[in-house]
């Protein structure tokens, strides 16, 4: 990635660049190149890149600009060797090109790969592979509002049927009598992806008066700015907006939050991925990656203000519809901020249940607690036979116990709530498929 690198530094830059060279007498330079989403890229993937190389040597880390908007480079050392990478975010389809041209040694989107970008790369890597897909941080996608709008939740439903161009005036959900202004990301955005994945669907499509941007801070503070105003971004893009709880279906509504977005409850949960070429990943790019995926890379997910994969003990607020029996099974416990979740009708864990498995593990040794104090709580997807419910959730809450067994955890106790307490049954693909889970549950410390 060397030649390409050099090409995009402005002369100042190159000259700094040099400078450093000298000043340190590195044995060669190292370069690393992360192409891709701006969710990720604005702020997230430098402070990561930063945090890396400030362990690797304990020398200071220095950021420029490229001249090009949307893009960084960080220049740091570890050992004797001089580091410099850049991350350019320019919308997560961009990264998969560059990353498919092997002009990227990190492709950072927003949404997960498509069939038609995993078939270009499959001479080169599986992207489905663990070795290839990493999940390093989960994200809710906020539906944002001017903070003066009386309006607080809405269903996907109706978000669409606003986005779409259907319902033009705030007063048709509850709000003030004016007309709605519409707020998007641009084609190239994982985010618009997401959106239009979750939100509209097939059914609907985007009003073409929807004005598109490519910097989720920037939509974020025009709409902020906007009485009549509404936008999606990013959960790390709030900034001065007001968010809304969304409902999904007959779910309750509910607003983005640490437990709410961790265990994908959100309707509008998503997960952030870094994608990489498997067994041909450079050694640097496969270290970093390690790096993002391991406790120190997620406390820093967590500052950025997107939610970390470490897990956490929360007491969730249960709503008025949950069940008494739930509420007893539940009442001296607190909920991990993980889910397990399935395909719908599988058993089969995927890449990001199999580095949380280890997460929990490692989580429930740190904090001394005993395999008696956790309980793991299996939920089906909607089924038209309360019995094969019931059996989904108990297999898949015994798969789960089954795997944290393997990695030394004792026996834990598990149970079925079969098709109960769905989270969610709109959502285009993911709606259903976000019921099928294992909860973890441990007793209050």
Request: glycine share 10%.
């Amino acid at each position: 990635m060397t030649s390409n690198l050099l090409a995009r530094l402005s002369g100042r830059a190159l000259m700094a660049l040099c400078a450093l060279a000298m000043a340190s007498a590195p044995v060669h330079a190292e370069t690393l190149e992360i192409h891709g989403s701006n969710t990720i890229g604005a702020t997230l993937a430098p402070m990561l890149v930063e945090g890396f190389l400030a362990g690797q040597a304990g020398q200071p880390v220095t950021r420029r600009g490229t001249g090009e908007a949307n893009e960084q480079i960080l220049t740091g050392q570890r050992a004797n060797t001089a580091v410099q990478a850049l991350v350019a975010a320019h919308g997560s389809s961009t990264g998969s090109r560059a990353l498919d041209a092997g002009a990227a040694d990190i492709w950072a989107s927003s949404r997960p790969a498509k069939p038609s970008e995993v078939d270009r790369m499959a001479g080169r890597a599986d992207l489905r592979d663990l070795t290839s897909e990493h999940v390093i941080a989960i994200d809710g996608l906020a539906v944002l509002v001017n903070p003066g709008n009386p309006v607080n939740q809405l269903s996907i439903d109706t978000l669409a049927r606003i986005f779409a161009g259907e319902i033009r005036n705030w007063s048709d959900v509850g709000g003030k009598d004016q007309a709605i202004r519409l707020y998007a990301r641009d084609d190239r955005s994982g985010t618009w992806d997401t959106f239009q994945s979750l939100v509209l669907g097939k059914t609907y499509t985007l009003d073409p008066a929807a004005q598109r941007y490519e910097s989720n801070d920037q939509l974020s503070d025009d709409v902020s700015r906007d009485p009549a105003g509404i936008g999606f971004a990013g959960l790390a893009s709030v900034r001065n907006s007001k968010v809304l709880a969304i409902s999904d279906g007959q779910a309750p509504a509910l607003k983005p939050n640490q437990l709410t977005v961790a265990s994908e409850d959100y309707p509008l949960a998503r997960r952030l991925y870094m994608y990489t070429a498997g067994n041909q990943t450079p050694v640097l790019a496969r270290e970093f990656i390690e790096f993002v995926l391991g406790a120190d890379g997620q406390a820093i997910v967590s500052e950025s203000g997107f939610v970390s994969q470490n897990p956490m003990a929360v007491k969730p607020e249960l709503d008025g519809q949950t069940p008494d029996t739930f509420r007893r099974l539940t009442a001296n416990y607190q909920r991990l901020t993980v889910n397990f979740r399935f395909s719908e009708g599988r058993t089969k864990l995927d890449n990001k249940a199999q580095r949380d498995l280890r997460r929990v593990a490692a989580y429930l040794a740190q904090t001394n607690q005993s395999t008696d104090d956790v309980l793991l709580i299996g939920f089906a997807d909607q089924q038209s036979n309360e019995l094969r419910a019931q059996m989904i959730s108990e297999l898949r809450a015994l798969s789960v116990r089954k795997a944290l067994s393997d990695l030394g955890v004792g026996d834990i106790a598990y149970t079925g709530y079969g098709h109960y307490m769905p989270v969610g049954t709109a959502g285009g693909d993911t709606g259903q498929q976000r019921n099928g889970r294992v909860e973890v549950w441990v007793r209050g410390l």
